[in-house]
Structure formats: C-alpha cells, structure tokens
C-alpha cells in the first residue's frame, strides 16, 4: 500500500508544488513507484511542473464520475517512467468536489505504488480539507520569511486535528549567506519555532521546473527523499560554502546581485 502524503502551505508562492514534484521525481528515480496527485482545482499545474501538460487525456474528476478507471487517469513522465501525474479537474476549477471523492479514488490507487504525494491548495480552506483528508501523513512546506513562518503555524494547528501519522517540515528557497550573516534564521532555529521534525532543507535556486535545478538542490533533493523513505535525518547545510575567507567573498557576490 502506498504511503500517502499531502504536501501543504499556509501561503501561496513558497514553492510547494515545485517541491513536491522534485521529490517524487527523485523517489521515483531512486526506483519507487509514485504518483503526484494534484488536489489544487484553482491552480492545477503539477501537469505544467512535470512538463506532461499536452500528454493530459483524463483528470481526478473524469475518474470519479466513472469517464475513466483511477489508473487510466495517470500519465506517466516520459523521463521517469516510474513517476505518474493525476491531474486535478482542468475542465471546472471552481466545481465541488468531496473530500470522500478523492479519497477513494486515491484508496483505489495505493495498492498499486509505494508513495501518492498529494499537492495541496495553499490556506486552510475547502481545498486543504479536501486534500489532508485523503492523507495519512504530511510536509509543510514554508519559506524562511515572517510571514510564511506565521501561515505555516496555523496550517500545523488544523494539522493536529487530523489523525495524521506524522507532521514534517521542509524549508524551501534557503540562503545560507543570509543564515551566516545573520539576517534570517537557521533551519533548525525555525523547526524548533514550529514545533515539528525538520525532514529537510532546500536552497534557493532558480530552477523552476522538474530536472532543471542546480547541483545543490539536486543534492537537497536526494537528502529530501532518503529521509523521506528511509527515516534518515541528515539535511542540506546551505551555509557550508558561506563559511571562511571564500565563504566571505561569495556572500559579498550573493549580496551584489
């Protein structure tokens, strides 16, 4: 049965999807089977992140209303053949659909994979519900910034309300030049604030779609995953190359451009 994990943001634009997708790409890379659900109705576009969007037939709400079977809805990724997309409703972003819908289409899918990772709306509205519902554990995923920070601890509190098995943290977008400069706070500063396990640690990169991140997100990615799959707790250190007289130059440079 699969491990199904919902992916979720107290805001918009802290990378979220785009986190999500890199990890079940790494997963499925690492030879696991999984699908990357797209539970976001007003954005759907974990098609679009996966590069798969014209190769889109059926969606989560033609196999709930029985215009396909779960498995004809998946698209596999021409590159990771072990990586599937079901995209959420493309047709009617704004239609009602029930928790307990996507639930059973997601239950009639685990046996056949060993991880749904579940791309959740950003708040905690309908959306989030909906998505957290279908779940059995969760990855908040935040930014460094105030603000994020805030919205990220109330989406923890709704969390707790859910019999999940477990409520994990990954840090997105991190500069580890601002962390030894002292003007953001550390990883582990920010996991201790929130109360939840740091699973992992991303850098800021400007990579945005699947296979186009730079050696040190690729690297934060395949930490992601072992940690994610095998219990491990061992996280990108983004201020390792800021440290020391070289380390001085490049925060200087970082900060230049």
Do not use: W
């Amino acid at each position: 049965m699969a491990r199904k994990i919902v992916f979720t943001s107290g805001k918009g634009g802290v990378g979220k999807t785009t986190v999500a997708a890199n990890l079940g790409m790494r997963l499925a890379a690492a030879g696991e089977s999984v699908v990357l659900a797209d539970t976001d109705f007003g954005l759907n576009n974990i098609d679009v992140v996966c590069g798969v969007e014209n190769l889109i037939r059926y969606d989560i709400v033609d196999a709930i209303e029985g215009r396909c079977r779960a498995k004809q809805a998946l698209v596999r990724h021409p590159v990771y053949p072990n990586l599937n997309i079901l995209a959420s409703n493309r047709a009617d972003p704004d239609r009602y659909v029930s928790p307990q819908a996507v639930r059973l289409i997601l239950d009639n899918l685990s046996p056949r994979f060993d991880y749904i990772l579940i791309d959740c709306p950003a708040g905690i509205e309908g959306g989030f519900h909906r998505a957290v519902a279908a779940a059995e554990e969760a990855v908040v995923v935040t930014t460094p910034h105030i603000s994020s920070l805030r919205d990220a601890d109330k989406v923890i509190s709704v969390l707790k309300s859910y019999r999940l098995k477990s409520v994990e943290l990954v840090i997105n977008m991190v500069r580890g030049d601002m962390i030894v400069d002292g003007e953001t706070l550390a990883p582990a500063e920010i996991a201790d604030i929130l109360k939840i396990p740091l699973l992992g640690v991303i850098p800021q990169d400007d990579g945005v779609f699947l296979g186009e991140r730079g050696g040190d997100a690729r690297k934060a990615f395949r930490l992601l995953a072992n940690n994610l799959a095998k219990g491990t707790r061992k996280v990108y250190n983004a201020t390792g190359k800021y440290h020391g007289f070289f380390g001085s130059i490049r925060r200087s440079l970082k900060k230049s451009l």
